[in-house]
């Protein structure tokens, strides 16, 4: 298995620009979810997706889409990218067994966006 | 709700020194908790976990006691190493009725560990 996978790695914008970050599972995981990871403060919830054309917002949605067609990807869409969304992205999975969520998280290797 | 406080870091360490991460929780019901480990340059990845209190985690000579009375998941290695060098979270998870999966982690204490 490849695991959590993102694309791409690092990625530089100009102000207003758009652009998708891919991210992509293969271990059939129900869950999956988007972090932002700043100096000082620790992971933040984006988006996150309890399944297949499920999601709902977390901490900091604002700028930021998803959309879930498929168990294996969750794409996250900036709309209009302002220097404050400068971050190291992180995508995770989870999966339940028997109904019971393992709580346990899969993540990515991360994108790292700048945007001047 | 709930939430994680963790030591502020770095941790500044000699080889072969005893590590502690103090790590304390509250939370609504009965958690998970769990130690995340991210290398440079690379992403989270699960060290150990807990399920019940009183249990032990252990991965690669970490260990980490369920300390329900104290609300606590400290981690601690006896030797460290300097491929030990990394930042570490912890994390807890509480089940709900709902099936919420969202956990909550802490804000991550860097570990330095010099030859």
């Known amino acids: 298995n490849a695991g959590v996978t993102q694309t791409p790695k690092f990625q530089v914008l100009k102000t207003g620009q758009s652009m998708t970050l891919q991210c992509a599972q293969d271990m059939n995981h129900e869950y999956m979810s988007w972090y932002r990871q700043d100096p000082g403060m620790g992971l933040r919830l984006i988006h996150y997706?309890?399944?297949?054309?499920?999601?709902d917002q977390g901490e900091v949605p604002n700028g930021y889409n998803v959309s879930r067609s498929t168990t294996e990807d969750f794409p996250l869409r900036l709309l209009s990218a302002a220097p404050s969304q400068t971050s190291v992205y992180f995508c995770?999975?989870?999966?339940?067994?028997?109904?019971?969520?393992?709580?346990?998280?899969?993540f990515g290797p991360g994108t790292r966006l700048t945007v001047t | 709700g709930n939430s994680v406080t963790q030591m502020e870091g770095p941790v500044t360490l000699s080889e072969e020194a005893f590590l502690t991460i103090n790590c304390t929780y509250t939370?609504?019901?009965?958690?998970?908790l769990f130690w995340y480990v991210q290398y440079p340059g690379e992403g989270l990845q699960l060290l150990l976990k807990?399920?019940?209190?009183?249990d032990k985690g252990s991965n690669k000579g970490f260990e980490a006691t369920y300390r329900k009375e104290t609300t606590s998941f400290h981690l601690e290695k006896g030797s460290v190493q300097v491929s030990d060098s990394a930042v570490y979270f912890c994390a807890l998870h509480v089940p709900s009725s709902g099936g919420s999966y969202i956990p909550t982690f802490g804000r991550g204490t860097s570990l330095i560990v010099h030859p």
């Open positions: 807990a399920t019940k209190a009183d």
């Open positions: 995770a999975s989870s999966y339940s067994s028997h109904g019971v969520s393992s709580y346990e998280q899969y």
């Open positions: 997706s309890v399944g297949a054309g499920i999601t």
């Open positions: 939370a609504t019901g009965y958690p998970s």
